[in-house]
Nanobody, 118 residues
Framework: QVQLVESGGALVRSGESLRLSCAVS????????MGWYRQGSGNQRDLVAA???????SYVDPVRGRFTISRDNTKNMVFLQMNNLKTDDSAVYYC????????????WGQGTQVTVSS
């Protein structure tokens, strides 16, 4: 059974940093590209950062230069370091397949809430 468990979200002030973690089990983690998605209130869930099997990374423009995605294949985990947070970054953050693979609707977890106050 595949499980993706996100953690690390919190209430922070604008300009502060957070590090999100996603623990993955039930699959051969190193075979899949992974990504971080976010869903703000009333909005659709959008990809913000992705990392391929070989470590290539990709970011959407609003977070490029502020967010860094990484993975640890020995621990089956993917991370999102978020610096200089802005109020627009407030959302529930999720991890799922990305890059080489499309997200699997069966794998959406509870997500982790990030709230950035001004």
């Amino acid at each position: 059974q595949v499980q993706l468990v996100e953690s690390g979200g919190a209430l922070v002030r604008s300009g502060e940093s957070l590090r999100l973690s996603c623990a993955v089990s039930g699959l051969i983690f190193g075979n899949y590209g992974m990504g971080w998605y976010r869903q703000g209130s009333g909005n659709q869930r959008d990809l913000v950062a992705a990392i391929s099997v070989d470590g290539t990374t990709s970011y959407v423009d609003p977070v490029r230069g502020r967010f860094t995605i990484s993975r640890d294949n020995t621990k089956n985990m993917v991370f999102l370091q978020m610096n200089n947070l802005k109020t627009d970054d407030s959302a529930v953050y999720y991890c799922n397949y990305a890059f080489e693979s499309n997200p699997d609707s069966n794998f959406w977890g509870q997500g982790t809430q990030v709230t950035v106050s001004s």
